[in-house]
T-cell receptor, first 114, second 112 residues
């Protein structure tokens, strides 16, 4: 089925460990996004990539890095995980055409940092 | 900071009743969207309304936009137990076209 695929679905890290969250979309979308969702705070934008080869910071980029590997894939890296990064992470994509139709989201990665 | 604020935070109704959720925002926007999130799942896009539209329908969903009051509402008619979910409004960040900021959501529970 067409959509946005995130891996892994669950992850437990120790403080200081690193990991990369993977995201791939097969809808030929130009733009991709990483959000985190914390209880009572809605979603906050971490980083985004408006098109292949570009990345920009969102609201809460500290402690994260991203790579737009190609048009399909956009990864999020935690270099040294902290308990404050315990959250659910969502990847999304959208077309960059003249008409904006909204985002397609992945099913999320639930990350716990202990 | 988030631009959208949703009201109420939680809403519980009986099956068959209508559910109304509201979203207020701070600065001018060119579109506003509503998303649904079932427990433990990703968000699903429901409907997008542009700043030159006042009302839009999609099945049992009705969205209104009042740019003078900087507010929007989502009405779900004849609610079903399957409508139980969190509902979020979203709009572009100030100065952005496609990067969205989300409200904190309304948790809707539809009782059978």
């Amino acid at each position: 089925n067409a959509g946005v695929t995130q891996t892994p679905k669950f992850q437990v890290l120790k403080t200081g460990q690193s990991m990369t969250l993977q995201c791939a979309q097969d809808m030929n979308h130009n733009s991709m996004y990483w959000y985190r969702q914390d209880p009572g705070m809605g979603l906050r934008l971490i980083y985004y990539s408006a098109s292949e080869g570009t990345t920009d910071k969102g609201e809460v980029p500290n402690g994260y890095n991203v790579s737009r590997l190609n048009k399909r894939e956009f990864s999020l890296r935690l270099e040294s995980a902290a308990p404050s990064q315990t959250s659910v992470y969502f990847c999304a994509s959208s077309d960059a055409g003249q008409v904006f139709y909204g985002y397609t989201f992945g099913s999320g990665t639930r990350l716990t940092v202990v | 900071s988030q631009q959208g604020e949703e009201d109420p935070q939680a809403l519980s109704i009986q099956e068959g009743e209508n559910a109304t959720m509201n979203c207020s925002y701070k600065t001018s926007i060119n579109n506003l969207q509503w998303y649904r999130q079932n427990s433990g799942r990703g968000l699903v896009h429901l409907i997008l309304i542009r700043s030159n539209e006042r009302e839009k329908h999609s099945g049992r969903l009705r969205v209104t936009l009042d740019t003078s009051k900087k507010s929007s509402s989502l009405l779900i008619t004849a609610s079903r137990a399957a409508d139980t979910a969190s509902y979020f409004c979203a709009m572009p960040f100030t100065g952005s076209a496609r990067q969205l900021t989300f409200g904190s959501g309304t948790q809707l529970t539809v009782l059978p």
